[in-house]
């Protein structure tokens, strides 16, 4: 049971992923990413790691998702301002390293499987708890922890200075 959920859960998040990507309209992509949130919580919990799960739910699917929603409706996109029409130039190439793409997968999926072996150890009882999170996160990742958080708190700023110039 937990097999099929594992993939079903992969073809959602795989599917979802590519959506992020390939959709014109700004809000559809966020929206595909909170898809993509909620269905890596759920491999999060076949781990067995809730805490992770909650906080993928909580914090990005909820609250990150909601800023970028925020900032996009604050940038108040036009429907001609989601960019040019794609050229044919531009189809070929996309299809072309598309193709490419998914034969670099192909072969980094079958030498994968052939290395594969059972794992003789296995996760800790602690695995995904929030004391193991938290000492990880504030000793081991600390520095991109804060980088990210400055990321972010740029990406805010200049969203907010991009919509004051037009109006």
């Known amino acids: ?18 959506l992020v990507v390939v ?3 700004p809000v559809h992509s966020a929206l595909f990413l909170i898809a993509a949130l909620c269905a890596q919580a759920i491999l999060y919990l076949l781990l067995n790691a809730t805490f992770l799960a909650v906080i993928q739910i909580i914090v990005y699917a909820g609250a990150i998702m909601v800023l970028f929603l925020f900032v996009i409706m604050l940038l108040n996109l036009k429907k001609d301002e989601f960019g040019p029409e794609r050229r044919k130039a531009q189809s070929f190439f996309g299809i072309l390293f598309a193709v490419l793409l998914l034969m670099e997968l192909g072969l980094v999926v079958k030498i994968g499987l052939s290395k594969l072996t059972p794992a003789d150890a296995s996760l800790s009882f602690d695995f995904g708890g929030v004391q193991l999170v938290g000492k990880s996160l504030f000793t081991d990742y600390l520095f991109p922890f ?8 740029v990406a805010m700023v200049g969203a907010i200075v991009l919509a004051k110039k037009k109006l």
């Open 146 to 153: 804060e980088l990210t958080s400055v990321l972010l708190l």
């Open 23 to 25: 959709q014109r309209n």
């Open 1 to 18: 049971m937990e097999f099929l959920i594992f993939f079903i859960a992969a073809i959602i998040l795989v599917f979802a992923s590519v």
